[in-house]
Every structure is written in structure tokens, then in C-alpha cells.
């Protein structure tokens, strides 16, 4: 019988391969499955046109590493200065290929415990024990199972005739494949404006459909909307070359002939109209495969069948013991804040393996003491520590609104300083039935997307409001008994994300935590 390990991961992409860091480095019971030759065979194939949209800034001005991660949106986290993505191009968009020599480097450096040429086929539970079989019949055997294999599988919308598209993952890339053609781009996200901006010099007419109207990454603050890297085919359409992108709904899509005909009903006004095309490219996003999984552990799924549903731990709802890593755990905080992206989850990798060892291995999630004799010394010190954390912070910077730092206060005025806990999970777990305790956390302020920060106008009227002075990133600082929340303070915003004025920052701080602490 195979050797059960502790913790078995299926994928050896930047998640897979982050948690393996960190256990490895704790020296923990771990392997890696992985489908490919080697790590990363995900960006052996996508982003399909090679340009990625994940930045890549060597150049920052500053000389501190944790500064340089928040414009650092491709490294993962190590100890290690040379795994740094940054000294591998200089491109702001890098391209894929090197992001694939990065990941193999990052996997052979420690030696990570990684089996290649592993493609997970079957997943079942015996006894306890998570079963996976490979596509060579052997069998891997784990107490806990992580899967980080992001989306396996593409998602369809239920539109009658779908099954005519050509899926995103397959159509060619080659834009002389559609000379003189009519194409029919369906979806309004990144690939399928990647997809048309391929086209354009070759295509004779690009229609991009959706229901709904185009989100911009620089207004919503999400990168999983539309970027500026891709919206050039935007131009195309209003200074009128024949392209269009439609707000309707899809009825159907019937072959007649040599052409696909689409019936779409408007959403703009209440019309149904034919049209004709050569070709059509469903670029309607990607889903868990969940068809490895046996009846008894197959995870419950969310969000169109999209997504595992997960807990606040990352773990299955119905399935003890079974975790997931990586861009799957957005389903926490889908389409809001990184979860979905690397620089986003990296973070997140690093706190699912502090929950590990909390909950396996008796290892306490890492603190440090303060401590004062009097209140009053006591709010200076807690101001001072979140002022250093906050103006630093990678973590927070890149995992806004959804990572907080927590600060526990005793009954004898002790505080502890934790850093890097996911909001639910501070509320789910026993952190949150402490009797005082502060977050900390930089997020946006309530309607930051509500007007196009390009607006002069608009933003002289809400710069006149000194309500609206937290619209962007700013430091929040919450008081909560056993998950209540007591107060609110949120500081100010700053054109250059520098907190550390006395006046403006420091003081309000002190003042906000002086009173609360004499409470205890």
C-alpha cells in the first residue's frame, strides 16, 4: 500500500507550488502532483496570446523587499532574494515563457517535493484517507488534500447552440485564420478583448456580445475587469470600422449553411435582432473540473457550478479535509477584491498554512507581545505598530478589505500582534470570541467606483465633501467585542500611501485607542 503523506497537493502552479514552499520550509510530510513535465504548465498555453497582464515593476525607487512586492504582481513569497520575478524580464507585461522558467526555478532551488508528469485522474476517500489515482494507474495517498490545479475546465453559459462556439482555449490565435471574416466574440471580460484586439487587422467585422455593460479595472478597482492593456479594440467600435460591442442576450445560435446565425435581444431597448457570422468564440470564463471526484467527495459547488464552496478555511463545506489554493478560493471574495490573481492569493497560500499548523501541527498562528504599564503608553505603543505594519505592508496592500491584522488585548493589558488573517476567518474562528480586539486593514471607501476617476468635474464635487475623504486605499482600524464591532476609525487617504504624520495620522490613531483600552 502507498505511503500516506500529510498534506497532498494536486498542481504545481504558483499556489501549488507556494503552499509546498512553506511546508517544505517547515518541514513537513508533503508531494506535489503535478499533470505536465514540468511546474507551470498552465502558462505553457495562457494566457493564449502570451502577453501577460500581471505587472511587472523592477524598477520601484525603493530598496526595501517588502515595499517593492506591493508592485511586484508576479513573485512568490520566499526567503530566497534570487526567486524574485522581477530579475527575470524587465517587460511590464511579461510574457508567459518566462513566467514558466520562473515557476521551474522556484520548484528545483529548495527542491520542492514535486511529481511531474502526474495528472490527477480520479479522486476518492477510503477510510478517511483522500485516494488520488493518476493517469498511470498509480495511486497517492494523503490526510488532507489541497487542490491548487486552478480551472481545469471552461464554463458555457446555458445558451441553446453554445456547442457551435469555438472555446477560448482552443480557437486559433493565428489572426490570418479570419481574413475577411464576420466573428462573434461572446463575453466582455479580458479574453475576449484580448481575442479581439488579435483580430483586428484581419477580421472584417468583430462584434463582442454580453448582457451586461463592460466593468474597468481602473474604475471597480478589480483587475479581473476589463484592463486598459486590452481595451484598444474599444476604439474600433466608436470611431466606427465596422466593430461593435452589444449589451444584449443570447436566445440562441443556429447553423444555417456556412453561416451562424445569433438571435440576440437587446438590452438597451426592446428589440430582437438576426445576425450573421463566419465564426463564433465563446470567451465566457473557465470552472472547477470537478468530474475527478468520486461520489464520496465530490465538493459541493457554487456560483453557476462554477467554484468550490468553500469555508472561511478554505476547506469544502462537505467534504472534511479537502482544501483549496489559488485562484479557486475567489468563490470567498468573488469578483471584489485579489483573491483570484497571484498577488492576491500568495497571501492567502501563507495563511491557509498558518492554519495548517494551528490546526494540525500545535503551531499557534506567529504573534508578538506588547505590552505597557499604563493605557495611555499602551495606545502610543499599538499606534506605533500598526503605523510601521501599515505603511509597509505587502500583504495588506495587495489583499485589501479581505487580510487584516488583529491585535488581542488581555485582561492584564497585554496585547499580541497578529498579522495577515483573513476577515472570516478571524470571525469564524476563537480569535473572534475574544472579549477586545482591533482589526487592521487598507481598503477603499464605500462608492469608490461610483464615478469615473477621469471626471474632473465629478471629482471636485466629491473632494468638496470631507465625508468622502477615505475614497481611496486608506488604513481602517476597527474595535470589536466577541465579533461586534464598537467603533470605526478610518484615517485618510494620501496621494503617496505615506501614514506616518504625527498630526494627521498618529494622533487620531492614539486617540482613537487610548479609551478603549482603559475599558479593559
Not at 508567459?96 to 495528472?119: F, G, H, I, K, Q
Not at 495517498?141 to 447552440?161: C, D
Not at 463582442?208 to 484598444?232: D, E, M, Q, Y
Not at 481598503?443 to 465625508?467: C, K, M, N, Q, T
Amino acid at each position: 500500500m502507498p505511503e500516506i503523506v500529510d498534506y497532498l497537493i494536486i498542481g504545481a502552479g504558483p499556489a501549488g507550488l507556494q503552499l509546498g514552499y512553506f511546508l517544505h520550509r517547515a518541514g513537513r510530510d508533503y508531494v506535489i502532483l503535478e499533470a505536465g513535465e514540468t511546474p507551470g504548465t498552465f502558462y505553457r498555453d495562457f494566457p493564449r496570446h502570451r502577453q501577460m497582464i500581471s505587472i511587472n515593476k523592477p524598477h520601484t525607487g525603493w530598496d526595501d523587499p517588502e515595499l517593492n512586492l506591493r508592485m511586484d504582481w508576479n513573485s512568490m513569497l520566499s526567503d530566497d532574494p534570487e526567486l524574485l520575478f522581477t530579475r527575470y524580464t524587465d517587460r511590464y507585461f511579461p510574457h508567459a515563457d518566462d513566467y514558466v522558467r520562473y515557476l521551474c526555478d522556484y520548484a528545483s532551488r529548495p527542491e520542492l517535493n514535486v511529481r511531474t508528469n502526474t495528472r490527477a485522474v480520479q479522486v476518492a476517500r477510503d477510510d478517511g484517507v483522500f485516494v488520488v489515482t493518476d493517469d498511470s494507474g498509480n495511486v497517492h495517498r494523503g490526510r488532507r488534500l489541497i487542490v491548487a490545479t486552478g480551472f481545469a475546465a471552461q464554463y458555457l453559459p446555458p445558451v441553446p447552440g453554445i456547442e457551435l462556439a469555438e472555446p477560448y482555449a482552443e480557437v486559433s490565435v493565428d489572426p490570418e485564420d479570419f481574413t475577411d471574416q464576420r466573428v462573434l466574440i461572446i463575453g466582455k471580460g479580458n479574453s475576449a478583448f484580448e481575442t479581439a484586439d488579435n483580430l483586428t487587422e484581419k477580421a472584417a467585422v468583430i462584434h463582442v456580445v454580453g448582457p451586461s455593460a463592460i466593468k474597468f479595472a481602473w474604475r471597480t478597482h478589480f483587475i479581473g475587469h476589463l484592463r486598459a492593456v486590452n481595451n484598444n479594440f474599444l476604439d474600433t467600435y466608436q470611431l466606427k470600422t465596422q466593430n461593435m460591442v452589444l449589451d444584449g442576450t443570447i436566445q440562441r445560435i443556429e447553423r444555417q449553411g456556412d453561416e451562424f446565425v445569433m438571435t440576440l435581444s437587446y438590452a438597451r431597448r426592446d428589440k430582437v435582432v438576426r445576425l450573421a457570422y463566419d465564426r463564433v468564440i465563446a470567451c465566457t470564463g473557465f470552472k472547477l473540473d470537478s468530474s475527478i471526484f468520486t461520489d464520496g467527495c465530490r465538493p459541493e459547488l457554487t456560483i453557476n457550478d462554477r467554484f468550490p464552496a468553500l469555508t472561511s478555511e478554505w476547506e469544502s463545506v462537505n467534504v472534511p479535509g479537502l482544501y483549496f489554493a489559488g485562484t479557486l478560493t475567489q468563490v470567498r471574495d468573488f469578483k471584489k477584491y485579489t483573491s483570484a490573481f497571484l498577488h492576491g492569493f500568495r497571501y492567502g497560500v501563507r495563511a491557509l498554512w498558518h492554519m495548517f499548523e494551528r490546526k494540525y501541527e500545535g503551531v499557534e498562528w506567529p504573534s508578538r507581545e506588547l505590552s505597557a504599564p499604563k493605557p495611555s503608553e499602551m495606545a502610543d505603543e499599538l499606534a506605533d505598530a500598526v503605523l510601521a505594519r501599515i505603511n509597509r505592508t505587502s500583504a495588506l496592500w495587495q489583499q485589501y478589505g479581505f487580510l487584516c491584522d488583529l491585535i488581542t488585548v488581555g485582561p492584564d493589558g497585554t496585547a499580541r500582534y497578529y498579522e495577515e488573517m483573513p476577515f472570516d476567518y478571524v470571525r469564524d474562528s476563537d480569535f473572534g470570541q475574544a472579549d477586545r480586539y482591533f482589526t487592521i486593514s487598507l481598503e477603499y471607501g464605500r462608492g469608490h467606483s461610483s464615478i469615473d476617476p477621469f471626471d474632473v468635474e465629478a471629482g471636485r464635487a466629491w473632494e468638496a465633501d470631507p465625508s468622502l475623504d477615505d475614497r481611496y486605499l486608506h488604513p481602517v482600524v476597527r474595535h470589536y467585542h466577541r465579533g461586534q464591532v464598537l467603533a470605526e476609525l478610518r484615517l485618510k487617504e494620501d496621494i503617496c500611501n505615506d501614514w506616518s504624520g504625527e498630526e494627521e495620522y498618529r494622533l487620531p490613531l492614539r486617540d482613537f485607542l487610548a479609551p478603549k483600552l482603559a475599558e479593559v
